[in-house]
């Protein structure tokens, strides 16, 4: 076997959260696009998104397994504990960007999707649920409609 994927229980165990992200935004995806016609003008960001997030994860699967292997690396390639330091900083940026830009593209298109509320003229109060209520009226005077068919029908 080679020394450079150990297929021992510690490895295994260690990468259960990593594998778990995958499969969460890979699930992610897949709902956004099952639902693709309910989302309407959302889909495009969300599946963005989530695809973008879904890549990151499979980014951050082959950087454990690298990271795993280090002494390996570093034993056969000669490898500075410098030059480590280097890799570990651009695969941490690049991971980061990559997640920072899926979790935007996701935010973005949840407010795409909402829909815009009507504009009341300035100064109107909301309308209660039970109807209007009569401008000076305190709250213990208000009392909200019956129903149709009820014996309180005023």
Request: charged share 5%; glycine share 12%.
């Amino acid at each position: 076997m080679s020394d450079y994927f150990p297929l021992n229980a510690s490895f295994l165990i260690s990468m259960i959260p990593v594998l778990l992200t995958l499969v969460t935004f890979l699930a992610g995806f897949i709902a956004v696009m099952a639902n693709r016609r309910k989302l309407g003008k959302a889909t495009g960001l969300a599946a963005a998104g989530t695809g973008v997030l879904t890549f990151g994860a499979l980014l951050n699967v082959g950087w454990y397994i690298v990271t795993y292997n280090m002494p390996v690396i570093m034993r056969d390639f000669e490898v500075s504990y410098s030059t480590i330091s280097v890799w570990y900083s651009i695969a941490g940026l690049c991971l980061g960007a990559v997640h920072l830009l899926g979790f935007i593209l996701l935010l973005v298109s949840v407010f795409a999707g909402r829909a815009a509320a009507p504009a009341t003229p300035a100064g109107t109060p909301p309308i209660a649920p039970g109807g209007p209520i009569a401008p000076g009226a305190p709250f213990s005077q208000y009392a909200p409609p019956a129903a149709p068919g009820s014996p309180i029908q005023g």
